[in-house]
C-alpha cells in the first residue's frame, strides 16, 4: 500500500502527458481523481495503523544496490503517518484551489502530481540513498511551478529557492556519506545506524552538515531569506504546499535521522538550535508585523511558527517532542489555509496590499469569516488545533528552563498582535468603491477550506487519537536517545 499511495501521483503525472493539451478540463479533473484516490488510500492507511505497535509498520524492503547496500525501503511509524495524510489531503485541495490555471494547463497538474511523490517519499523512505532522492525530487517540480506560473519576480525567486536548498542538500549528502563510511555496516539503513554509536568527534562534524540542509528547509533563522520570496511569487496552490508541507521535510529530517543517529551532536548544539529558533520566533513576527503584502505577511507568520518546531528540537523532553510533531501537522492545515483565502481574496480585488483592503466582510462575509477562523487558529486561540501545539511546545520548555519560558511566548503575543491588526485592516472599515461587485465564496472554494476547517476544529478539541499516533513515534526517538519518559505518558493510556 505504501509504494501505491508514493508513486500513484508520479504514474497519474505521466499519464497527463497523453492527454491532449486542448483537453484542459480533463486534465484537471483526472490529476483530480489521483490526488483523491491518494487521500482515500492516505486515510486507509490511518485506519489500517495499529497504535501500540513498535517499530515501522507497512514495511517494505527489498535490496537495490546490493554492491553498496542501497535498499528500496518504505516504511512509517507515528511521526511520518500525520505528514503523510497532511501530503495527501492538501495535496487535493491544491488541485482544487487550481482549477482556474489556464496556462500550460499539462505541464502544471503533472509537476504538482511529481511534487505529491517526492514530499511522501520523503515521509516514507528509511533508506538513505532513497531518502535522498526524493528530497531532490521535490526541488525540479517546485522551482517550474514556482518559475512559470509565480508573479512578476518569479523566475528570481525560483532560482533563490532552488539554489539554497540545492547547497543544503549537497552538505547533507557529504554528512550523509560520512555515516556510511564510518558506520562499517555497509548499508544506508537509517534504522540500522541508530544502532551505531559514533565517536563524539564524528557526531560534532556530522550533525552540522545534516542540520544545515534540514534548517534551510524549516527555515529557521537565518537561512529563512527564501522563504518570503518564493511565497509571494509562487502560485496560491503551490504557496499552501510550500508552506504546509515541504517546510515540515526540514523538521522531519531532524526528527528521523539528527535525533536518534547523532543524540550526542544533538546534545552539544542543542543550545544553537534553541536560540536560534527563539531569535526566529520573534524575529519572524515582528518583521510579520511592518508587512503591507498580505501573502508576505502570512510567509514570514511561518519563519515564526516554525520557530516553535524548531525549539522543540533542540529541547528534545517527551512533551516538546510531541508538540513539534503536533505543531507541525496543524501549521500545514493553518497555513496552508491562510495562502489558500490570500489567493481567493486576491483574484476577486487583484490586490494583496492591505493599505488598498478593507471592508471586505461586508461583501463577502463567508471568505471574511473564514479569514478570521483561520487567523484565530494560527494564533492558538483554545478550543482550535494551533493552541495544543504550541502549548505542549511550551510545556516541554518550561519543563527544562522554567522562567526562560517567558522569552518564546512572548511570540504568541506578537502573532496575536499582527493577526488581529490584519483582520482589522482587511475584514472591517469602509469598503473600497472598486471592490462593490466582488463575491463571495463559490462551492468549489468552499470545498477546499471546510475540511481544513473541520480538521483544525477537531484536533483543537480532541487531539487525543492523534497525539497516541504519534507519540509512539516520539517515545522510540526519546529511548533511542536514552531517555526513558514514554511521550504519550503525559496523556494518559
Not at 514530499?119 to 533508506?127: E, H, N, R
Not at 493553518?334 to 490570500?342: A, D, R, S
Request: glycine share 10%; aromatic share 12%.
Amino acid at each position: 500500500m505504501l509504494s501505491i499511495i508514493v508513486f500513484l501521483p508520479l504514474l497519474g503525472s505521466i499519464a497527463i502527458l497523453a492527454i491532449p493539451k486542448e483537453r484542459a478540463a480533463t486534465v484537471k479533473a483526472f490529476t483530480l481523481a489521483v490526488s483523491l484516490l491518494v487521500l482515500v488510500l492516505a486515510l486507509a492507511l490511518v485506519a489500517q495503523f495499529k497504535i501500540g505497535q513498535e517499530g515501522m509498520q507497512f514495511v517494505e524492503k527489498i535490496p537495490w544496490v546490493r554492491s553498496i547496500g542501497i535498499q528500496y525501503y518504505l516504511g512509517i511509524d507515528g511521526i511520518s503517518l500525520p505528514m503523510i495524510f497532511l501530503t495527501a489531503l492538501l495535496t487535493f485541495l491544491a488541485a482544487l484551489a487550481s482549477w482556474k490555471v489556464e496556462h500550460r494547463v499539462k505541464g502544471f497538474f503533472a509537476l504538482l502530481l511529481l511534487l505529491e511523490t517526492g514530499m511522501l517519499g520523503v515521509f516514507s523512505a528509511l533508506d538513505f540513498i532513497l531518502f535522498y532522492i526524493f528530497w531532490e525530487v521535490v526541488l525540479v517540480p517546485m522551482y517550474f511551478l514556482i518559475g512559470i506560473w509565480g508573479g512578476p519576480r518569479r523566475e528570481y525567486a525560483a532560482i533563490k529557492f532552488f539554489l539554497y536548498t540545492l547547497f543544503g542538500s549537497v552538505i547533507m549528502l557529504v554528512g550523509i556519506l560520512t555515516l556510511y563510511f564510518s558506520s562499517g555496516l555497509h548499508t544506508f539503513d537509517m534504522l540500522a545506524m541508530t544502532k551505531v554509536k559514533f565517536s563524539h568527534t564524528l557526531q560534532l562534524l556530522v550533525f552540522p552538515a545534516l542540520a544545515l540542509g534540514f534548517a534551510i528547509k524549516v527555515p529557521i533563522f537565518p537561512f529563512h531569506t527564501w522563504l518570503p520570496d518564493a511565497h509571494v511569487e509562487a502560485p496560491t496552490a503551490v504557496s499552501a504546499l510550500l508552506a504546509g508541507v515541504l517546510l515540515k521535510m526540514g523538521a522531519y529530517g531532524f526528527l528521523r535521522i539528527s535525533l536518534p543517529i547523532l543524540p550526542e551532536g544533538h546534545q552539544r548544539y542543542a543550545p544553537v538550535i534553541i536560540g536560534l529558533a527563539i531569535v526566529g520566533i520573534i524575529y519572524g513576527a515582528c518583521v510579520a508585523m511592518i508587512q503591507r503584502d498580505l501573502k508576505r505577511l502570512v510567509a514570514y507568520s511561518s519563519v515564526s511558527h516554525m520557530g516553535y518546531v524548531m525549539l522543540a528540537i533542540g529541547v528534545a523532553t517527551p512533551a516538546a517532542l510531541d508538540g513539534a510533531v503536533l505543531q507541525m501537522f496543524n501549521h500545514g492545515t493553518i497555513t496552508g489555509m491562510l495562502f489558500l483565502l490570500v489567493g481567493l481574496i486576491y483574484e476577486r480585488t487583484h490586490t494583496r496590499e492591505i493599505a488598498k483592503l478593507g471592508g471586505l466582510a461586508i461583501k463577502i462575509p463567508i471568505l471574511a469569516a473564514i479569514l478570521g477562523f483561520a487567523s484565530l487558529a494560527s494564533l492558538g486561540l483554545p478550543g482550535l488545533s494551533g493552541f495544543v501545539g504550541e502549548f505542549l511546545i511550551l510545556l516541554g520548555f518550561f519543563q527544562k528552563f522554567k522562567l526562560l519560558t517567558l522569552i518564546p511566548a512572548m511570540g504568541i503575543v506578537l502573532t496575536a498582535a499582527y493577526l488581529l491588526w490584519m483582520l482589522q485592516r482587511v475584514n472591517m472599515g469602509s469598503l473600497p468603491s472598486e471592490y462593490q461587485d466582488i463575491s463571495d465564496a463559490n462551492g468549489r472554494e468552499l470545498l477546499t477550506l471546510v475540511p481544513l476547517m473541520a480538521v483544525i476544529i477537531l484536533v483543537g478539541v480532541y487531539p487525543l487519537p492523534l497525539l497516541k499516533i504519534i507519540g509512539q513515534g516520539v517515545s522510540a526517538i526519546i529511548s533511542i536517545m536514552g531517555g526513558s519518559t514514554i511521550a504519550f505518558g503525559y496523556f494518559g493510556p
